[in-house]
C-alpha cells in the first residue's frame, strides 16, 4: 500500500490497494457523457511487433468510457501504415491511425513551412501535436489522455486512474502526470532517478528556490510519458519534438494553468518499458541525446523565467550535480540492499559521470544559441496563420483512413 503524503505545491492522488474497477469505469462512463475522452496513442511501426501491445490491445477494447482512439504513427511507410490500420481496425471504438510521414501529412507541413511554422522532423513530439489538432479539429472531445505503446504491465486500471482526475466533474483538474514506481529485481529510471532530479534539486541550491523548479520537482517521476489534460491546454501548449518534450510538457502547463488544477496520479504498483542505451560515447543518441535534450529545456525554462543561465552558473552546477547525484547514489544502493534488489554501484557512477558531459554539452548548445526552440508552434497560431487548417487536417486523416 502506498503512503498519502502530499508533496510539492501539486495535489497528489496514491493508489491504495486494490481497486474496484467496475465503480471507477462506471463513474468514467457517466463522466464522458459531459466530458467524451479520447485517448491519444503514439506509436512506431516496431511496437506493433513486440509483445506489449497485444496486452494493451486487450485491455483497451474492453474500456467503456472512450469516445475515440488515435494513433499517431511515426517512422512509418505505405506497407506499414496500411498494416498498421489493419492492426488496430478490432478496437470497437471509433479509431483513427495518423501516418505522420504520409504523402496528406507531408503536403501540410509543407503548407506550414510556407507560412513560416516549422514542425521540425519526425518525432514523438510532432506525432502528438498531429493527434491534437486532429481531435481539436472534430471539436468533440473534451479531454485528452496519452500514454506510450510499450507498457510491459498494461491495465483497465492504469488507463482508467489516469483519466479519472480531468473527466471527473467533481474534482475538476485541467492536467494529470502520471506516476509509478520502475522497479523489478533492480531499480529502473535512471535518467529520472540520477539524472532529473539531482539536476533540479542542484540548481534550487545555486538559485535559490525559484517557483519554476520548486514545482518540476514536485513531480514524483517527471519523465513519465502518461497524462491526461482538457483540450483546451492541447490548444494553446507548445511541445518540442526532442528529448526533452516532458520536462517542456509540464513547464508549458505551469504557465498555463493554475497549480490547484494540476495534479499526479499513481497508476499502478510497478511499471516497466524498453530500456535505451546509455550511448555515452555519441551525444546524438541513447540516452546521451536524452539528457542532453533535457537539460537544455530546463536551461530554456529558466532563462523565460527570468533566471541569468551564465558561464559561472554553468560551471558550478557541474560540480553541484556531480555531488548530489553521488549522494543520490548512496541512497538508492543503501534503499536496494534493504530491499534485496540488484544494484550495480559501478555503473550507476559511471552513469552520473557521463550526465556530466552531458550538462557542459546542453549548456555549451544553450549559450552558443538561446534562442533557438525546438517548440512546435500551437494550435491557437497555426489557425491564426492559416484559418482552415484543421479542417485541412481532419480530412487528410480522414481519405488516408478510408
Known amino acids: 500500500m502506498a503512503d498519502f503524503y502530499q508533496t510539492g505545491v501539486i495535489a497528489t492522488f496514491h493508489r491504495f490497494g486494490n ?10 462512463t457517466e463522466f464522458s457523457r459531459h466530458r467524451p475522452i479520447a485517448l491519444v496513442l503514439p506509436s512506431t511501426y516496431a511496437e506493433l511487433e513486440a509483445p506489449p501491445i497485444k496486452q494493451i490491445m486487450k485491455e483497451i477494447k474492453e474500456v467503456p468510457y472512450l469516445n475515440e482512439i488515435v494513433v499517431t504513427m511515426g517512422r512509418t511507410n505505405q506497407k506499414h501504415f496500411t498494416k498498421a490500420k489493419e492492426f488496430f481496425s478490432s478496437f470497437p471504438q471509433r479509431t483513427r491511425v495518423i501516418w505522420n510521414t504520409g504523402p496528406g501529412l507531408e503536403e501540410l507541413h509543407k503548407l506550414l513551412e510556407e507560412n513560416g511554422l516549422y514542425v521540425g522532423e519526425d518525432s514523438k513530439g510532432r506525432s502528438c501535436w498531429t493527434a491534437y489538432g486532429y481531435i481539436l479539429s472534430q471539436e468533440e472531445s473534451k479531454v485528452i489522455a496519452l500514454h506510450d505503446c510499450d507498457i510491459v504491465n498494461y491495465s483497465r486500471e492504469f488507463l482508467g486512474r489516469l483519466c479519472y482526475p480531468v473527466a471527473s466533474p467533481n474534482i475538476d483538474y485541467a492536467f494529470c502526470k502520471g506516476y509509478y514506481a520502475r522497479v523489478t529485481d533492480r531499480m529502473h529510471g535512471r535518467v529520472a532517478r540520477i539524472f532529473v532530479t539531482p ?7 545555486i538559485l535559490g528556490p525559484l517557483p519554476l523548479l520548486n514545482y518540476l520537482d514536485s513531480f514524483r517521476y517527471p519523465l513519465a510519458g502518461e497524462f491526461s489534460m482538457i483540450t483546451d491546454l492541447a490548444r494553446i501548449n507548445r511541445i518540442p519534438g526532442d528529448w526533452g518534450i516532458e520536462v517542456e510538457t509540464l513547464s508549458e502547463v505551469y504557465r498555463n494553468c493554475s497549480h490547484m488544477r494540476i495534479c499526479q496520479v499513481e497508476l499502478c504498483e510497478t511499471y516497466e518499458h524498453k530500456h535505451q542505451p546509455l550511448s555515452a560515447d555519441n551525444p546524438k543518441t541513447g540516452l546521451m541525446k536524452m539528457s542532453i535534450d533535457i537539460a537544455k529545456a530546463i536551461f530554456r525554462n529558466l532563462a523565460i523565467e527570468g533566471a541569468t543561465v551564465s558561464d559561472s552558473l554553468l560551471k558550478t552546477l557541474i560540480v553541484t550535480y ?13 534503499d536496494a540492499a534493504l530491499n534485496g534488489l540488484f544494484f550495480d554501484r559501478h555503473q550507476e557512477t559511471k552513469l552520473v559521470e557521463a550526465f556530466t558531459k552531458a550538462i557542459q554539452i546542453a549548456g555549451e548548445e544553450f549559450q552558443e544559441d538561446p ?8 494550435w491557437n497560431r497555426v489557425t491564426s496563420a492559416i484559418p482552415d487548417f484543421l479542417k485541412q487536417l481532419y480530412d487528410a486523416v480522414e481519405k488516408e483512413n478510408s
Do not use: C, F, G, V
Open 199 to 205: 539536476i533540479i534539486r542542484s540548481l534550487e541550491k
Open 322 to 334: 556531480l555531488r548530489t547525484a553521488q549522494d543520490a547514489i548512496k541512497r538508492y544502493n543503501d
Open 19 to 28: 481497486i474496484d474497477l467496475k465503480r471507477m469505469e462506471s463513474e468514467l
Open 371 to 378: 534562442r533557438y526552440s525546438p517548440l512546435i508552434p500551437n
